[in-house]
């Protein structure tokens, strides 16, 4: 057996020598007392570089961005106590969407744990239900280990954030570093390969379907499943409908495609998934905001399909005829090898009524408004930037405005927070797709609400020069509650108005950007081009947009999927 | 609704034992006792949980249990043959009036006692929790001064083992 080489190194050289072992870029972070050594090494090398974030909350949603833009893991590093605090949003929205990214946390010395000490906080209780699994490495000995693992579990199975809180003490402590070429846990093995027998279950019922759907979900995105995907909705001809987290798994501009189902899914989507006879599920979840009331969802009978990296995701809220845990681009292998095999029915009438629902055109609007529509606005954002911008967004009308008329043909080009529904999150989640995709354009899509939850990031994207174009829909009201409020609350707009919003323009210039107020339709087309002409610049472009406006189609919480409001269009 | 015994094998790890009561508080799930301990290979412990829930709900417990990164196994032993036993320690009321009729209780249930004061009896008793229930029901509720139960041990009949 060849002897490992190794060498004396403190624990903060150690975290330094680890992240480089994993080809981390970037991290991103705040210093802080409990992480000075880690710092002060950092500063000592130039392979991983550090980015500069406003706050912590930041940290964590651009190395989420910077993650589910890119094949990379995103990687943020804050101080014990606030510093962690202040990261619990990020690491949260990160574990809701499975998002593979590491957490160093700094924590007091071993010897004041316990004991109220400065900037202290229980780390790994306070992270313990929003993390895929998280550690306190006590010595330094376990400290590569400890980094191996956080790397080898956020990425592998169903990925998520792994935090790894390292005390002061540990920092400075030294011990022989190696770094493990492998890790081998007996109490982790994610599967890979489908159950055989499962899967020729599931190809019967494809080839049997006269009304098959595909219904498929950010599962498909984080396998980097799409293209295995599209063969297999193209060879079967079969219609496919994506989640909110799973936009750009499928070509959104190709006809099979019936645009996003679910709360604010398009008619034809949630109609197709009522009156499908065989529903192959991957990487979706069946979760409220997609097929609203189970109990409806469950009145007509179908035969459902469910592919998944995690058996927990099968059968939770709807009971399926054939699960299949394993890894998506695997088992699609095989249920694409075994179609072959057969011949998939004629569909032809099922198409016809999916046209009929189709030419419903649920997403119209009013298009000769005088006032700025902003879902024109998004229409134009799509033509300007030619489909090809990666576009994040925040939460809110906006978010769903962006899913519905932005028509994404790629996997990961769409960056939002679509389980925990984080405001604040855009723009610094922009700042890391930037930082992973040089070059490319971005554009995130927000509302004068959301922006600000998080907008001393406007600093750090001008240290960094990130030539990001913010879109703000700016309707004075936080919209999606002041649409709720309108629907099921009597109009009674309780603290949906935002009032003395600052100058975003004046903001922008503050920061030292560029911003831009766009108050008339016929202005939005060219403000668009001239912000993304700029090619090295960030624009702050505040549309003032029509306070009235609500998203349509919508499923009321606790409807079925197929009781839509429709806009009044129809 | 009905009631599972589920048995985990999980690293001995600061921290399991959070995450697993954290899984159950957070996700809404009846725990009626829990017990753990170390096995005989010293790096895991082994745990048995009894919890009450339908069949769905029971399956996502076993689903979410798995899911743990430092657990090793789950099975749910109601689903078969199984043995489960709990101990407990009742300490009751043993003047010289009572002394006999409690030692005649205690020899029924086959208790042991196990120490012995002027006024008091210890009793420790073995057995599954009906039996230990029926015990306190036999006794005169004004005898029992204090009791400590361990919560279930369960382990499958026959060839049905639960190891790495």
Same mark, same amino acid.
């Given at each position: 057996m060849d002897r490992i080489k190794t060498t004396t190194l403190n624990g903060a050289e150690i975290v330094i020598r680890c992240l480089q072992e994993e080809g981390v870029e970037f991290v991103f972070g705040y210093p802080g007392g409990a992480v000075l050594y880690i710092y002060d090494e950092l500063f000592k090398q130039d392979k991983v570089k550090h980015v500069l974030v406003r706050h912590e909350q930041g940290a964590v949603h651009?190395?989420?961005? /910077?993650?589910?833009?890119? %094949?990379?893991?995103? !990687? &943020?590093l804050v101080t014990s106590g606030p510093g962690v605090t202040n990261a619990v949003t990020g690491i949260a929205t990160a574990y809701m969407d499975s998002i593979p990214m590491v957490v160093i946390t700094g924590q007091v010395p071993t010897h004041a744990i316990g004991l109220d000490a400065f900037q202290e906080c229980d780390t790994v209780g306070i992270t313990r239900p929003i993390v895929k699994h998280n550690m306190l490495v006590k010595d330094v000995k376990d400290l590569a280990s400890a980094m191996k693992k956080a790397f080898h579990i956020a990425t592998t199975g169903r990925p998520g954030p792994v935090v790894v809180d390292i005390p002061k003490d540990v920092t400075t402590a030294t011990c022989e570093f190696s770094y493990p070429e492998e890790i081998s846990m007996r109490s982790y093995q994610p599967v890979r390969k489908g159950h055989a027998g499962q899967i020729k279950k599931a190809v019967q019922l494809l080839l049997e379907a006269?009304?098959?759907? !595909? /219904?498929?979900?950010g599962g498909v995105v984080l396998s980097n499943a799409s293209g295995k995907l599209k063969e297999l909705v193209q060879s079967t001809g079969f219609p496919c409908t994506n989640t909110l987290m799973g936009l750009g798994a499928y070509p959104a501009t190709d006809k099979q495609f019936l645009g996003m189902l679910g709360m604010h899914g398009t008619y034809e989507a949630n109609m197709a998934m009522q009156h499908c006879d065989v529903l192959l599920a991957i990487g979706a979840r069946f =979760? =409220?905001? !997609?097929?609203?009331?189970?109990?409806?969802?469950?009145?007509?009978? $179908?035969k459902i399909i469910h592919i998944d990296i995690d058996p927990s995701s099968i059968s939770k809220r709807v009971k399926v005829d054939v699960p299949i845990v394993g890894n998506i681009p695997d088992v699609l292998d095989e249920v694409l090898r075994n179609l072959k095999e057969g011949k998939t029915q004629d569909i032809k009438a099922w198409w016809k009524q999916i046209e009929d629902w189709r030419a419903k055109?649920? %997403?119209?609007?009013? $298009?000769?408004s005088k006032i700025i529509k902003p879902q024109f606005v998004l229409e134009k954002l799509y033509e300007v930037t030619k489909g090809d911008a990666f576009i994040t967004s925040d939460v809110g009308q906006h978010q769903m405005w962006a899913a519905q008329f932005y028509k994404f043909d790629k996997p990961r080009r769409w960056i939002n927070s679509g389980g925990l529904g984080t405001m604040g999150f855009g723009l610094p989640a922009a700042m890391g797709v930037q930082m992973a995709n040089p070059g490319a354009t971005v554009a995130c899509v927000t509302g004068e609400s959301s922006i600000q939850m998080c907008l001393q990031e406007l600093s750090t994207c001008k240290q960094y020069r990130l030539p990001i174009k913010i879109v703000n829909l700016n309707n004075r009201y936080m919209g999606m509650v002041r649409q709720w409020q309108q629907f099921f609350h009597g109009n009674r707009y309780s603290e949906s108005y935002m009032d003395a919003l600052? =100058?975003? !323009?004046? %903001? &922008?210039?503050? /920061?030292?950007?560029?911003?831009v107020l766009i108050d008339k339709p016929a202005d939005v087309e060219g403000a668009l081009k001239e912000a993304f002409s700029k090619k090295n610049e960030l624009v702050f472009l505040d549309f003032i947009t029509d306070q009235a406006e609500n998203v349509y189609p919508m499923i009321p919480g606790g409807k079925g999927i197929t009781e839509m409001i429709l806009s009044e269009e129809l | 609704m009905s009631r599972h015994i589920i048995s985990v094998l999980v690293e001995n790890e600061a921290g399991a034992l959070s995450r697993i009561a954290g899984l159950f508080s957070a996700r809404g799930y009846n725990i009626e006792s829990l017990t753990v301990a170390p096995t005989e290979d010293a790096?895991?412990?082994?745990? +048995?949980?009894? +919890?009450?829930?339908s069949e769905d709900v029971v399956e996502q417990i076993t689903k979410q249990l798995n899911?743990?990164?430092?657990?090793?196994?789950?099975?749910?032993?109601?689903?078969?043959?199984?043995?489960?036993?709990?101990?407990?320690?009742?300490?009751v009321r043993a003047g010289l009036k009572e002394r006999e009729d409690m030692k005649r209780m205690a020899d029924i249930f086959r208790g042991r006692i196990i120490d012995v004061s002027d006024n008091t009896y210890t009793i420790e008793l073995t057995g599954d929790g009906a039996k230990l229930d029926a015990f306190i029901k036999s006794l005169d509720q004004g005898t029992i001064i204090e009791t400590v139960r361990t919560g279930a041990s369960g382990i499958g009949r026959g060839n049905r083992v639960l190891r790495v």
């Amino acid at each position: 057996m060849d002897r490992i080489k190794t060498t004396t190194l403190n624990g903060a050289e150690i975290v330094i020598r680890c992240l480089q072992e994993e080809g981390v870029e970037f991290v991103f972070g705040y210093p802080g007392g409990a992480v000075l050594y880690i710092y002060d090494e950092l500063f000592k090398q130039d392979k991983v570089k550090h980015v500069l974030v406003r706050h912590e909350q930041g940290a964590v949603h651009a190395a989420d961005g /910077y993650s589910r833009s890119s %094949l990379k893991t995103g !990687v &943020a590093l804050v101080t014990s106590g606030p510093g962690v605090t202040n990261a619990v949003t990020g690491i949260a929205t990160a574990y809701m969407d499975s998002i593979p990214m590491v957490v160093i946390t700094g924590q007091v010395p071993t010897h004041a744990i316990g004991l109220d000490a400065f900037q202290e906080c229980d780390t790994v209780g306070i992270t313990r239900p929003i993390v895929k699994h998280n550690m306190l490495v006590k010595d330094v000995k376990d400290l590569a280990s400890a980094m191996k693992k956080a790397f080898h579990i956020a990425t592998t199975g169903r990925p998520g954030p792994v935090v790894v809180d390292i005390p002061k003490d540990v920092t400075t402590a030294t011990c022989e570093f190696s770094y493990p070429e492998e890790i081998s846990m007996r109490s982790y093995q994610p599967v890979r390969k489908g159950h055989a027998g499962q899967i020729k279950k599931a190809v019967q019922l494809l080839l049997e379907a006269k009304r098959p759907m !595909v /219904y498929t979900g950010g599962g498909v995105v984080l396998s980097n499943a799409s293209g295995k995907l599209k063969e297999l909705v193209q060879s079967t001809g079969f219609p496919c409908t994506n989640t909110l987290m799973g936009l750009g798994a499928y070509p959104a501009t190709d006809k099979q495609f019936l645009g996003m189902l679910g709360m604010h899914g398009t008619y034809e989507a949630n109609m197709a998934m009522q009156h499908c006879d065989v529903l192959l599920a991957i990487g979706a979840r069946f =979760d =409220d905001r !997609v097929i609203g009331n189970p109990a409806h969802f469950a009145q007509n009978p $179908r035969k459902i399909i469910h592919i998944d990296i995690d058996p927990s995701s099968i059968s939770k809220r709807v009971k399926v005829d054939v699960p299949i845990v394993g890894n998506i681009p695997d088992v699609l292998d095989e249920v694409l090898r075994n179609l072959k095999e057969g011949k998939t029915q004629d569909i032809k009438a099922w198409w016809k009524q999916i046209e009929d629902w189709r030419a419903k055109d649920c %997403l119209k609007y009013d $298009r000769n408004s005088k006032i700025i529509k902003p879902q024109f606005v998004l229409e134009k954002l799509y033509e300007v930037t030619k489909g090809d911008a990666f576009i994040t967004s925040d939460v809110g009308q906006h978010q769903m405005w962006a899913a519905q008329f932005y028509k994404f043909d790629k996997p990961r080009r769409w960056i939002n927070s679509g389980g925990l529904g984080t405001m604040g999150f855009g723009l610094p989640a922009a700042m890391g797709v930037q930082m992973a995709n040089p070059g490319a354009t971005v554009a995130c899509v927000t509302g004068e609400s959301s922006i600000q939850m998080c907008l001393q990031e406007l600093s750090t994207c001008k240290q960094y020069r990130l030539p990001i174009k913010i879109v703000n829909l700016n309707n004075r009201y936080m919209g999606m509650v002041r649409q709720w409020q309108q629907f099921f609350h009597g109009n009674r707009y309780s603290e949906s108005y935002m009032d003395a919003l600052p =100058d975003f !323009v004046k %903001l &922008a210039e503050g /920061y030292g950007h560029r911003g831009v107020l766009i108050d008339k339709p016929a202005d939005v087309e060219g403000a668009l081009k001239e912000a993304f002409s700029k090619k090295n610049e960030l624009v702050f472009l505040d549309f003032i947009t029509d306070q009235a406006e609500n998203v349509y189609p919508m499923i009321p919480g606790g409807k079925g999927i197929t009781e839509m409001i429709l806009s009044e269009e129809l | 609704m009905s009631r599972h015994i589920i048995s985990v094998l999980v690293e001995n790890e600061a921290g399991a034992l959070s995450r697993i009561a954290g899984l159950f508080s957070a996700r809404g799930y009846n725990i009626e006792s829990l017990t753990v301990a170390p096995t005989e290979d010293a790096s895991m412990s082994r745990m +048995t949980i009894v +919890t009450t829930g339908s069949e769905d709900v029971v399956e996502q417990i076993t689903k979410q249990l798995n899911k743990l990164i430092e657990i090793v196994k789950v099975i749910d032993l109601s689903e078969a043959e199984h043995i489960e036993r709990e101990l407990m320690l009742i300490k009751v009321r043993a003047g010289l009036k009572e002394r006999e009729d409690m030692k005649r209780m205690a020899d029924i249930f086959r208790g042991r006692i196990i120490d012995v004061s002027d006024n008091t009896y210890t009793i420790e008793l073995t057995g599954d929790g009906a039996k230990l229930d029926a015990f306190i029901k036999s006794l005169d509720q004004g005898t029992i001064i204090e009791t400590v139960r361990t919560g279930a041990s369960g382990i499958g009949r026959g060839n049905r083992v639960l190891r790495v």
